[in-house]
């Protein structure tokens, strides 16, 4: 039997590219009517593409309920909680840190996460890759062309 934390540590680092082609192919792709207010000025607290966390959650919610109540689904309940686990971070680096939405670190930087910013902000510019978030790949076209402008849209929303 594999260890419930091999398997919780499992989800969480396979959540990256499973987000990234999320972002990718789901937010870029059918489901760019929610995500492009994240790419907008935000006009109030809450923006549409706040239904992505919230599907999510719904999503490892049925996978919980499963692994504690179906015979042979048990597994499901660490792999849920890595899934939440990467989750938390995202929100942390993603909607805290980048985008400020909570007001926990105004006027100060954290170096680990300025990287993650820096890479975040050239997907706002070109609305393209990097569309992971905790380990984002960065084509280097994009990372010369975007040394080049000073522009900052995650200022802008």
């Not at 975040?120 to 984002?136: D, E, F, K, Q, V």
Request: charged letters at 15%; aromatic letters at 12%.
């Amino acid at each position: 039997m594999v260890s419930p934390i091999l398997i919780a540590v499992a989800a969480f680092v396979a959540m990256e590219p499973i987000t990234a082609g999320t972002h990718r192919w789901v937010m870029h792709g059918l489901g760019e009517f929610l995500h492009r207010s994240h790419h907008q000025r935000l006009a109030g607290r809450w923006e549409a593409n706040d239904w992505y966390p919230v599907m999510f959650a719904a999503l490892v919610n049925v996978a919980l309920f499963a692994g504690f109540n179906w015979d042979g689904f048990g597994s499901l309940v660490p792999v849920a909680v890595g899934v939440t686990a990467y989750g938390a971070c995202y929100a942390l680096v993603h909607d805290v840190y980048i985008h400020g939405r909570l007001g926990w670190f105004e006027g100060r930087r954290i170096a680990a996460f300025e990287r993650l910013a820096n890479a975040h902000r050239i997907h706002h510019l070109y609305s393209a890759a990097p569309y992971g978030m905790l380990l984002p790949i960065v084509p280097v076209d994009l990372r010369d062309r975007a040394a080049r402008t000073d522009r900052n849209p995650l200022a802008e929303v």
